[in-house]
């Protein structure tokens, strides 16, 4: 069973940045698509930023746009989240997805991102 790790996050001022990781237990992290998710207490988990195995961004959330940039990493297998310009409602529990639909369907187990002064 492939295992996800998340690290990078933290406690930040607004407008500061942080960058998240998630690396991956196995190779076929180069077979499926990743997708960052955040979710807030009480509140369903939306998702963040999504990259396809071919290395398109298929889909960024309005409301990071311009400010968040995902990527990654295959012979790493690691994929990553830049965070610019963070602010307060950038706070949440972020967490990565590996195949999400698919039979592999792996979830890291969180980063907390605190954006506060």
């Known amino acids: 069973q492939v295992q996800l790790v998340e690290s990078g996050g933290g406690l930040v001022q607004p407008g500061e940045s942080l960058n998240l990781s998630c690396t991956a237990s196995?190779?076929?992290?180069?077979?499926?698509?990743m997708a960052w998710y955040r979710q807030a207490p009480g509140k369903q988990r939306e998702l963040v930023a999504r990259i396809t195995k071919s290395d398109i961004v298929d889909y960024i959330r309005d409301s990071v746009k311009g400010r968040f940039t995902i990527s990654r990493d295959n012979p790493a297998r690691t994929f990553y989240l830049q965070m610019k310009r963070l602010n307060p409602e950038d706070t949440d529990v972020y967490y990565c997805?590996?195949?999400?639909?698919?039979?592999?369907?792996?979830w890291g187990r969180g980063t907390q991102v605190t954006v506060s002064t």
């Open positions: 196995s190779n076929i992290f180069r077979l499926y698509t």
């Open positions: 997805n590996l195949g999400e639909g698919s039979p592999v369907d792996v």
